[in-house]
């Protein structure tokens, strides 16, 4: 619309207009949350089979590496004892402590790999920011003639 004032009748169309969009906009808003759910609720139970295998495994490791079979009560009383033993303590610690290291050092080069990127992202806009401001003062002006009464 140029200079001219909205007729009432047009302010009401405009303003059904506008509760359309914003039904539609909610709908699909609630649509994508509920496939968003969806999804998450796939890749958890994807993880949990996952983990589940890799424990599996574990187990038929621990398994392997003794030479008679035995019930679940018997290895589960060895693995209890590992757990006491002094030395077997404090091996599993360093393994431990070891694998946070590597953990931190590759958070801390995963997050300055993330810094240069954000940075030359960075450049990028504020080489484009100039050009933006132009166009939203244009549009300012534009605006603020609409908003003017003519008589």
Do not use: W
């Not at 302010?11 to 994508?32: F, H, M, P, Q, W």
């Not at 295998?53 to 038929?60: A, F, H, R, S």
């Not at 694998?99 to 992202?121: D, F, L, R, T, W």
């Amino acid at each position: 619309m140029s200079n001219k004032k909205l007729t009432t009748e047009e302010k009401i169309e405009k303003s059904k207009g506008y509760v359309d969009e914003l039904t539609r906009l909610r709908n699909r808003i609630k649509a994508v949350q509920s496939a968003k759910k969806k999804l998450d609720a796939e890749i958890d139970d994807e993880r949990a089979k996952e983990d589940l295998l890799n424990k599996q495994g574990l187990g038929e490791k621990f398994v392997g590496k003794i030479d008679t079979k035995l019930p679940q009560k018997k290895y589960e009383e060895i693995m209890d004892f590992m757990f006491m033993h002094e030395d077997c303590v404090e091996f599993i610690a360093e393994v431990i402590d070891k694998y946070k290291q590597e953990q931190k050092a590759a958070e801390k080069a995963a997050a300055e790999e993330n810094g240069e990127v954000a940075e030359s992202v960075l450049a990028d806009d504020s080489d484009n920011m100039g050009e933006d401001t132009e166009t939203v003062l244009e549009d300012e002006t534009a605006c603020s003639d609409e908003g003017s009464i003519s008589a």
